[in-house]
Structures are given as C-alpha cells and as structure tokens.
C-alpha cells in the first residue's frame, strides 16, 4: 500500500489562467508531482527491503532519493494551496501585520521575495516560512527540493522556479512568471498556515 498519494487541486487546469496556463497545470501536477510522489514510494520500499535483507549499502542513496521526493510531494502540496483564481491583492490581518512588522512593508517583502525567486540558481523555490526559534517570518530559497533551508521553519508560502513550472508560457523569462505569481497567491492560506504554525511552535523551548 503507498504511504504518499498525489491529492487533487482544489481547482480546475484553467482556474489560474492567463497567470498560468491550464496545459503547464496538467502537466505539473499529473506528470512532475506524481513523480515525486512515485519516487517517494520506491525509496521507502527498497529501505524497508534493506533493512529487511541487512544490506544496507546503499542506504546512503536511498535516503538521499528519499528526502528529494518527499521533499518534491510536500512542497507542490502547498504550493497548490498557495494559489487561488480569486487570489492576488494584499493579505489582511495578522499575517499582513507581521510582514510588515517583519520586512518593513509589504512592498519591501514582495521585492525581497521576488529576488530570492530570481535569485535561484538552476532549480529550486523561493519560500516565505515561519522561523519556530526566531518567532517570526523569513524568505529562504530551497535549491532543487530540500537544500538550505533549516530545521524548525515551516513553509507558508512556496514559489516553484524549476524551468517545469513555467517554461511552457514564460519560456526563459522567468521573471514574467514571478511577476505573474503575485496575482494567484491565496493570503487567506497563506494566513491558516500562519495561524497554524504558531500554534504548533507556541509550546518549543527557544535558545
């Protein structure tokens, strides 16, 4: 029985048009998403084949194989999340205060966010997440699937800039496809994964 399963999106191929198309839709997440979510699948297996067997040589590529698929599901699962036709605009409320209390404004964070996007070098995200030991937002970029980010930070906001995401509609022009990104993103998600991080972290022992 799998452990992970690819879920629908919680809206049609073409709800987000023009931003992005409905074929780029489909293709990202029957083809690209399932795949990680495959991948995820077989590494679990073959490990529990390992340790069943006790040759464990090649636990290393495993895990490695493992952490990169895992780390393709979750990241697109949100990402999906973090879209919506009736997006767009400004984000209300607490998680509109505390990117202003954090980044100084909302403009100065939407800049900040947009050249850690454009920033990223080959593939990988851009990603707005909540510091648990610092107690407050930050932008990272996540190179390929699950580099350089810390441990402790949950995502809130994840901006896919693999080629896959947009080449078929922006081609190489990837800062078409950021620009395009900030008229889809669903704040009130982005707020329910804000409210709920704190929650989850309120009980954490800080340095």
């Known amino acids: 029985m799998p452990v992970y399963s690819l879920p629908d999106l919680p809206y049609d ?3 987000l048009q023009p931003s992005i198309s409905a074929r780029i839709m489909e293709l990202h997440h029957d083809k690209h998403h399932q795949a990680y979510v495959t991948g995820a699948n077989i590494a679990l297996d073959q490990l529990a084949e390992a340790r069943d067997s006790g040759n464990l040589a090649n ?12 780390a393709g599901h979750v990241n697109h699962s949100i990402f999906w999340t973090n879209l919506s036709p009736d997006g767009g605009d400004r984000p209300t409320g607490d998680i509109a ?20 996007a454009m920033g990223v070098q080959g593939s990988g995200w851009a990603a707005l997440v909540y510091d648990s030991i610092g107690q407050r937002p930050i932008v990272l970029q996540y190179h390929d699937q699950q580099q350089d980010f810390p441990a402790g930070t949950i995502p809130l906001l994840l901006l896919d800039v693999w080629e896959h995401a947009y080449y078929l509609d922006y081609a190489n022009v990837r800062a078409d496809y950021v620009k395009a ?22 009980g954490l022992l800080v340095p």
Not at 59 to 70: I, Q
Not at 99 to 114: C, L, R
């Open 13 to 15: 191929y073409a709800a």
């Open 181 to 202: 990104f900030w008229n889809i993103v669903s704040w009130s998600n982005v707020q329910e994964r804000f409210t709920t991080a704190q929650k989850q972290t309120a």
């Open 97 to 116: 205060a505390v990117i202003d209390d954090s980044f100084g404004s909302f403009d100065k964070f939407t800049a900040h966010f947009t050249a850690a």
């Open 59 to 70: 636990v290393n590529k495993l895990t490695k194989d493992l952490a990169f698929n895992l």
